[in-house]
């Protein structure tokens, strides 16, 4: 370890108690194969700290009714729960109203209620949407649907090897036609932080709208939607300690009163007869259905836990477990670490000479290590490093040093294995 990493160790430690924080979280109390768990698979989901836990326990236990409609007391203590975690992930996401974040199910029916309810009736034929060459393919699917659907072009914006978007030719791409610009604010296969006030700023001066993709940068790093003035930004709750099946779509409003529904049903109307509907106001309107209630009582829990944290100082010590691990990492002979942009968060995803992934997971597996191997839902990523997959230790506040060590020890394991 070399010195400077000895002081970022010691002086992040001496801050972040971890080891208190660990204590919230059950799973990671826990032996595999014989071994502590050293769970590094955080981009895929956070692991639930006991407030998450406890809040959708006590819903079930105490409180469990449907909302809105209710006139009895559980209806009531449910709604003002359910909705409080509205206002929470207002504060949480600096948004200037609770009216404009819509509950979805994550990130995925987010972007697709936008490439519907927005995209199908404002995008037409040889218009073009503009994305990164480094999305997820929920940030790519939906929009080549509706594309395919309106005979529009969709266009990529390309990156350097180090995985940062070439700006210069994000520019060339932006035209008048340019109806969409989505692109994700935090790489999940390569961690790389994407420069998104520029692409918003960029892409409004060019008259288009913007989509962000916040899963892999809401558990990470602070998100400003007043400071960003993105269109549209969604996140996952199960990435920020949070249940699955929950998330959160913000939009400006503007916007969001023009659009259409998503789907039709209970909960989304003011008033309904055979010959007309008319549509609930912002947000309910794009809420159609008995919701995860559960889920966004337990999303509340997890932005309280997040916020009692604080995001600068969660994003502080990941920093610190990042630059440890790519130091660490990058001294492993045969290692190479796919994505080593200037600004990145929380995934170290590599490749190592002459062993596949698979063989590198199921092995760490074996020692109690979780990583994740494959293409991460980013098959371009792949296709552009030129590999079949990678193995992507991502990391979390909960992580530690020493687990970095064991992920490191464990590697050294592997290489032994295939000598
Ligand atoms: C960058 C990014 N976008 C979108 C998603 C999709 O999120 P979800 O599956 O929670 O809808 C993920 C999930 O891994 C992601 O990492």
Known sequence: MSTLSKQVKAVSAADFDVERIREDFPVLKQNIHGKPLVYLDSAATAQKPFAVIDAIRRFHEVDCANIHRGVHE??????????????????????RSKDQLIFVRGTTEGINLVSNSWGRPNVKAGDEIIISAMEHHSNIVPWQLLCAEKDAR??????????????????????PRTRMVAVTHV?????????????????HAAGAVTLIDGAQAAPHITVDLQELDADFYT????????????????????????????QGGGDMIKVVTFEKTTYADLPYKFEAGTPN?????????????????????????????????????????????????REKASVL?????????????????RQGIAVRTG????????????VPATTRASLAFYNTFGEIDALVAG?????????
């Open 375 to 386: 293409h991460h839902c980013a098959q371009p990523v792949m296709d552009f490093f030129n």
């Open 411 to 419: 590697l050294h394991k592997v290489k032994e294995v295939f000598a």
């Open 154 to 175: 969709l266009r990529v914006i390309p990156m350097n090897e180090r995985g940062e978007l070439l700006m210069e030719e994000y520019e060339k791409l932006l035209n």
């Open 235 to 262: 996140f996952s709750g199960h990435k920020v300690v949070g249940p699955t099946g929950i998330g959160i779509l913000y939009g400006r409003k503007s916007l969001l009163n023009a659009m259409p529904p998503y």
């Open 74 to 95: 559980l209806s009531q203590r449910s709604t003002a729960a359910y909705e409080e975690t509205r206002a929470k992930a207002k504060r949480f996401l600096n948004a």
């Open 293 to 341: 209630i559960a889920g966004g009582i337990g999303l509340g829990a997890a932005l309280d836990y997040i916020g009692r944290l604080g995001i600068e100082a969660i994003a502080a010590y990941e920093h610190a477990l990042l630059e440890y691990g790519t130091e660490a990492l990058s001294r492993i002979p045969g290692l190479r670490l796919i994505g080593t942009a």
């Open 349 to 365: 995803s590599f490749v190592m000479e002459g062993i596949h992934p698979h063989d590198i997971g199921t092995l760490l597996d």
């Open 187 to 203: 790489s999940n296969a390569l961690g790389t932080i994407n420069p998104v006030k520029q692409i918003v700023d960029m892409a």
